[in-house]
């Protein structure tokens, strides 16, 4: 049987091997982009901190922050490009989901829907998504400049158990809230008769996003509960092809 020492031994020289497969340039870039990123959402924390302090309410808040919000979050598709050219070890799909579900409630939901912007809900997933991201980001950047505190490691494959459900129901009860105003506005809907023959209803398109969340959130949370076990209780995981 492999001792304690050979096993530590063997993670090390595995470790070694993965970083020296990615290139420098790649090194380079991901520690920037995950520094940049961690500090964008840290920027967004101390805004909404700083407002809810300053005026005692929510109302407002989202309005306070849209700006750098909608900037961070929409820069995150960059990390399907890093999973499609290969620097990073994940699913192209799972990251899509991810990152397209979010720009979607930025820009389709929470900032063309006015009357939505001061739900309860809305600062529900964003507390959710800051606390979420300032954590994923500076696990990444610690863990590619080889000093991960253990507690960053932790918080990152265990803060989701909880994270994820609260932001959901966070997402989803904003979608909820949005539907009487899409309904009454007709918004982002085509009606027939028009010149492109098409029909298009946002509203029921909103339900079938909605609908959605039942079989695509369960693959999120599952994909994390297997790479905590990976990371945090070294378990062998066999990825089945995509
Ligand atoms: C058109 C409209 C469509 C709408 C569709 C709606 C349906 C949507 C349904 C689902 C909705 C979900 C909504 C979610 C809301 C929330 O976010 S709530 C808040 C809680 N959220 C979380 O906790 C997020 C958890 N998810 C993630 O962390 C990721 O997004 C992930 C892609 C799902 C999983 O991350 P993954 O990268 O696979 O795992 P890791 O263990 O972190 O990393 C794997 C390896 O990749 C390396 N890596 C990844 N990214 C980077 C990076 N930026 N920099 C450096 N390295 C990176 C990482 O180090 C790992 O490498 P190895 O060590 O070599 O394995």
């Not at 050219?85 to 006015?114: A, D, E, L, P, Y």
């Not at 492109?196 to 029921?204: A, E, H, L, R």
């Not at 297997?226 to 089945?240: A, D, H, N, P, S």
């Amino acid at each position: 049987m492999a001792s304690m020492e050979e096993d530590g031994s063997v993670e090390e020289k595995d470790n070694n091997n993965k970083k020296r497969t990615k290139s420098a340039i790649a090194v380079a870039w991901l520690t920037f982009y995950n520094i940049a990123m961690t500090a964008g959402w840290l920027v967004l924390a101390m805004a909404m901190m700083r407002f809810y302090i300053q005026k005692g309410t929510h109302k407002g808040l989202y309005k306070s922050i849209a700006r750098t919000l909608k900037f961070f979050q929409t820069v995150a598709l960059v990390e399907v490009g890093h999973c499609a050219i290969g620097i990073v070890r994940t699913s192209v799909i799972v990251t899509g989901v991810q990152v397209c579900s979010r720009i979607f409630m930025v820009w389709f939901i929470t900032n063309s829907i006015k009357q939505i912007q001061n739900e309860e809900s809305v600062i529900l997933f964003l507390v959710v998504w800051t606390l979420t991201e300032i954590t994923r980001y500076s696990f990444y950047t610690f863990n590619l400049l080889n000093h991960l505190p253990y507690f960053i490691k932790w918080a990152r494959y265990n803060m989701f158990i909880i994270m994820y459900p609260l932001g959901v129901a966070g997402e989803l009860l904003t979608i909820y809230a949005a539907l009487p105003f899409v309904r009454k506005t007709g918004m982002l809907s085509m009606r027939l008769p028009n010149k492109y023959n098409v029909s298009f209803d946002y509203y029921y398109f909103l339900i079938i996003v909605m609908l959605s969340y039942i079989p695509l959130f369960p693959q999120l949370f599952f994909h994390m509960l297997r790479q905590r076990r990976k990371v945090l209780l070294g378990e062998i995981i066999v990825e089945k092809d995509e």
